[in-house]
């Protein structure tokens, strides 16, 4: 009987394990990994620096293999969104997932691999990092202002760090923080399948969430904020990450029913329900935009998409891949108005009847959805000390620090410097650029001096397909193309001065996770790599 059956089979105690023989030591080599089976487990073997060591084979955020995705060292990337986990130890070390996964013990005898998986934890892939709680006997008072991604990963780094003071995390929601990432893809979701931790999990590491409650002013000299419904709350220290909110349109009709925007998973349901059978039109070629009318469209009557510049995505991921996503979508039957802006939303009894382009043209409407960018939740910040750029984003360096000492920003809401791009100031709207500030501002208010290192990493889904891009691309001045578009299979290498600075690819998994590794090591990608007819660095065969 092998050791997998008789531990199957021997009723085991909860901390017993069973263990199974996965390989022969000549089998991996060093900085090599190999999918394995462990009983019912999945499991992620792994050899570096002579030394074997395994960990559940899924990613804890979509549940990618990741046996499919980029072994750097002691670090392993996500084929699919770049979460990255320490192989020796399970943790998190990049988002957007947010727990860690379980290591397993190895042993070597007689040239065989043993893999032994505790039985308590089979089938269970994911592992919430240990977190201290409150110290009655700490004064000391962090309040998060802000309900999203980087306030919760603040929240969660603060107790990992053992921090015992208070935490105050203040939205002006009714929800918990949820995975906004899927308001575009999955519109029919119930909120509480979008929660990424559920109130158990806050009043277990004494977290305080305030719900439905906005911030009206901050007064740093005295550290209170002031919120709307009268109370001064005071604080030690404080993360701003009241992140951004969906643009208006600015013309006529702009109020009338049926107008939509995509902000909440009540929006987003509103949306879903209310398109059937009617005359769809979407505002606004992003993203979000174009992610929308894919998702609506086999449930509208008809599909109308209007954008303010030549392709949809033109500045971000170029040309070419705007005209193939563009072309996706009119196969399908959705007709696009290009280079074009409402000037007018007509109704009648104060709904939606059709809108009126700059150009002239109007178009029959049931459902009007505006996607037209995001504004800054920074109107309560105007009076106080904390410098904004010129757009009213706030202004933090390499360590999430504003100019006023305790106080920090993260998330959508802020300017900072990208370090992959030499230090560039920039906004970016991604959740996994939201996610890591959160941690480096909770960091830094622990005194670690700790740089914020990130590659952007994120990706849009149409119809099934799902493009992925890691990097800072804008500004580049050459794209080598690997593949080719109409086959829906490629990759982009975006170069600024001679080097890559961004991927985007379609059906090549893991390569852009292989970009985002060397970006994040600060690796060069040059030109001459790039353009070379040898794939093997990307982990993909000829094309």
């Known amino acids: 009987m092998s050791a997998k059956q008789s531990g199957l089979e021997a009723g085991l105690d909860p901390e017993e394990e069973v263990t199974d023989v996965v390989c022969d030591e000549a089998d991996l080599r060093d900085g090599e990994m190999m999918e394995v089976e462990v009983g019912d487990h999945n499991v992620l073997l792994v050899r570096c620096d002579g030394v074997y060591s395994a960990i559940s084979n899924q990613c804890t955020h979509y549940g990618a293999p990741l046996s499919e995705g980029v072994l750097s060292g002691y670090r392993v990337r996500c084929p699919w969104h770049g979460s990255c986990f320490n192989v020796k130890t399970g943790d998190l070390e990049e988002y957007p997932g947010i727990d860690c996964l379980p290591c397993h013990k190895v042993k070597v005898e007689n040239n065989k691999v043993y893999v032994s998986v505790k039985k308590r934890i089979r089938g269970q892939p994911k592992r919430v990092k240990w977190m201290g709680v409150r110290d009655q006997s700490v004064s000391h008072t962090v309040m998060l202002l802000g309900g999203g991604a980087a306030s919760l990963m603040c929240a969660e780094t603060l107790r990992q760090e053992n921090y015992g003071g208070r935490i105050i995390m203040v939205s002006r929601d009714n929800l918990l923080p ?49 919120f709307r419904d009268g109370l001064i709350q005071s604080y030690d220290q404080i993360l701003i990450a009241t992140g951004c909110r969906a643009k208006s349109l600015d013309c006529p009709g702009a109020n009338l029913e049926r107008v939509l ?84 939303v007509q109704g009648e009894n104060r709904r939606v009847k059709a809108v009126k382009l700059k150009s002239g043209i109007t178009i029959e409407a049931d459902l009007l959805i505006v996607a037209i960018g995001v504004s800054p939740n920074s109107e309560f910040l105007e009076g106080s000390r904390v410098r904004m750029d010129s757009k009213n984003y706030v202004i933090v360096d390499e360590y999430m620090r504003t100019n006023i000492t305790d106080v920090y920003c993260a998330g959508d809401l802020t300017s900072f410097p990208l370090k992959m791009a030499k230090g560039q100031k920039v906004s970016l709207g991604h959740w996994q650029i939201a996610q890591a500030h959160g941690r480096i501002a909770a960091l830094n208010m622990l ?15 149409l119809f099934g397909r799902t493009i992925r891009y890691a990097g800072y691309g804008e500004g580049y001045t050459e794209m080598v193309l690997k593949g080719k578009f109409e086959n829906m299979k490629f990759l982009a290498l975006y170069l600024k001065d001679g080097e890559v600075v961004a991927a985007a690819g379609l059906n090549v998994e893991p390569a852009v996770s ?21 794939l093997s660095w990307l982990k993909l065969e000829p094309m």
């Open 261 to 344: 925007m995509l902000e909440t998973p009540e929006d987003a349901r509103c949306v879903h329900y209310a398109c059937t059978g009617c005359r769809t039109v979407v505002v606004g070629t992003s993203f979000i935009g174009m992610e929308v009318a894919a998702y609506l469209l086999d449930t509208s009557s008809s599909m109308t998409v209007i954008g303010s510049s030549e392709l949809p995505y033109q500045k971000t991921l170029g040309r070419e891949i705007g005209k193939v996503t563009m072309t996706m979508l009119e196969e399908k039957g959705v007709t696009f108005y290009m280079n074009d802006a409402v000037a007018e």
């Open 514 to 534: 292989v970009v985002a590794e060397r970006l994040a090591e600060g690796r060069v990608i040059t030109k001459a790599e790039a353009e070379s007819d040898d």
């Open 447 to 461: 005194c670690r001096e700790v740089e914020l290192n990130t590659v952007p990493y994120y990706w849009t889904v």
């Open 178 to 226: 949820y995975d906004k990432t899927r308001l575009s893809k999955v519109m029919n979701a119930e909120s509480d399948s979008l929660l990424m931790r559920r109130m158990d999990f806050f009043h277990k590491h004494d977290i305080e969430v305030w719900l439905k409650k906005e911030a009206l002013s901050i007064d740093t000299n005295k550290k209170t904020v002031t």
